[in-house]
């Protein structure tokens, strides 16, 4: 029974050799036993949530104003927690506490809801994964490349054009990924989520402590209750796009639906995995909100209307240049973490989908093990090694060849968080606990849905505008000497 339902499982364990683990050592499913604490769960929402997109919300304030604004931070930060919480008792069913094991969203929904939900829930969040994971190569390479920009300006004044290549720093991002996707799975990548929770907690409070400064030394910039100024700032039809754009910002920014089920299952099993996951998107998105509205409320009042998409990669400051070097150096760590957060479940998913397509197949299921030093045993799968360094080559050249993917990748959001962070997590809650359609609770549950729905609409529309706009302005990247 164990062996079956190891088959099932997302991720595929290494066998002891000597075939002699204890029964102690295994979970109720046949897998060795998770240690996940909800400390190492809040640091993997951390991670995954909190990007580099926190030094941008001060643009989106900009464009919403001091009502809208924090209004929409404070009202997606509680649709996020209450959609999470109810897709947090989905990881066990039909009981939330002794229920079967669902190891991924897709099991979640499968067991839920069943149908062609099954299959619009894959293509959605594998979709965002694969979105994700691109475009996170490309900031990534952007920080990088704006601390080499930071030491030209600093030696030749701001005035200087100082542009490099992207290209270079996106295949050393590459290179170090292909080394840390030979990590197994999601159990073993802990303290890549706590380093890379505390960089991106080290930026955060950089940005902060830069814009606190900025006003104390300038003065607040001007500021209005609605946001930039139609004629002014911006013509009418710029105003409703950009409007549309800073919610559908902020609606993504809090979205960590993708890998949620995969975070949940590395969680140990007493406490029971939906109180420790409840508990860990509590601190979460607590932290997350306080972070967001901290740098959206400092970087409005620093840089006014006139805040730029990204205040340290995009130079809203220069100086203390070592500072802003750090910064984005710590950007650049975080998104390594992030980056293998994200990859991570669509690893599983094809390795598991070989292992029960070819079981016989010694170089997708054999394993060696290598001694590495101060690491101990290392067990070598061929298949892992060969389609992971494939994967992150291929998505490596994507974000070469399509520079302004970023903007895709606001489009792939738009149309997958409505589906993977609302719907499906808010239907499963009504089919589970049977409520009675058109009770007062089934009403508002479906106010909810749609109302989501309205918001990844707007934001569908603007993020193709966005894209468009992308596409109409880009013209192939050539290399700068420094000045």
Not at 454 to 468: E, H, M, P, R, T
């Amino acid at each position: 029974m164990a062996m079956e339902m190891q088959k099932n499982s997302m991720y595929i364990e290494q066998n002891d050799p000597e075939g002699d683990i204890r029964k102690d050592f295994l979970d109720d499913d046949g897998r060795a036993k998770r240690t996940g604490t909800w400390v190492t769960a809040s640091a993997h929402i951390i991670t995954a949530v909190i990007g580099s997109g926190v030094l941008s919300l001060a643009w989106a304030i900009a464009q919403l104003g001091w009502v809208a604004g924090p209004a929409v931070l404070m009202a997606f930060s509680f649709i996020t927690y209450y959609t999470s919480t109810l897709l947090s008792d989905c990881y066990r069913s039909p009981d939330p506490v002794t229920g079967k094991r669902n190891y991924t969203y897709m099991d979640v929904v499968r067991a839920s809801l069943g149908g062609r939900s099954v299959q619009l829930c894959g293509l959605a969040q594998y979709g965002n994964l694969i979105g994700v994971t691109i475009g996170y190569t490309i900031t990534a390479s952007i920080s990088m490349v704006a601390v080499k920009r930071s030491n030209c300006f600093h030696r030749h004044g701001h005035h200087v054009k100082c542009y490099t290549s992207n290209n270079p720093l996106m295949i050393i991002f590459a290179c170090i990924q292909i080394v840390l996707s030979q990590i197994p799975n999601f159990h073993k990548l802990s303290w890549l989520s706590i380093l890379a929770a505390v960089m991106s907690f080290a930026y955060s409070s950089i940005g902060i402590g830069l814009s606190i400064a900025k006003v104390i030394g300038d003065g607040p910039h001007a500021t209005t209750l609605t946001g930039t100024t139609v004629g002014v700032d911006v013509s009418a039809s710029e105003k409703v796009w950009r409007a549309f754009q800073a919610i559908g910002d902020v609606a993504f920014a809090y979205a960590f639906s993708t890998v949620l089920v995969e975070i949940q299952d590395t969680l140990k099993s007493s406490p029971p995995e939906n109180k420790s996951m409840k508990r860990a998107t509590a601190v979460g998105v607590t932290t997350t909100t306080l972070f967001y509205i901290m740098c959206g409320v400092m970087g409005y009042l620093a840089f006014g209307n006139d805040a730029p998409g990204n205040f340290l990669t995009g130079f809203g400051f220069y100086e203390p240049f070592w500072l802003v070097d750090f910064a984005n150096a710590c950007i650049a760590v975080h998104l390594i973490g992030a980056y293998q957060v994200f990859c991570q479940p669509i690893f599983g998913f094809v390795e598991k989908w070989c292992n029960k397509r070819w079981p016989e197949n010694k170089f997708i299921t054999s394993e060696h093990g290598i001694n590495v030093p101060c690491y101990g045993v290392y067990h070598v799968n061929s298949f892992r090694l060969v389609w992971r360094t494939a994967y992150v080559i291929v998505s490596a050249v994507l974000a070469m060849i399509f520079p302004f993917f970023n903007d895709f990748v606001g489009l792939i959001g738009a149309a997958s968080f409505w589906p993977l962070t609302v719907y499906f997590p808010v239907e499963m809650y009504i089919a589970r606990t049977k409520i009675r359609r058109f009770s007062f609770t089934w009403v508002w549950l479906k106010i909810l849905i749609w109302s989501c729905f309205i918001v990844s609409l707007v934001a569908l529309v603007g993020s193709v505008q966005g894209l468009i706009q992308s596409l109409k302005t880009y013209k192939p990247f050539q290399a700068v000497q420094e000045e």
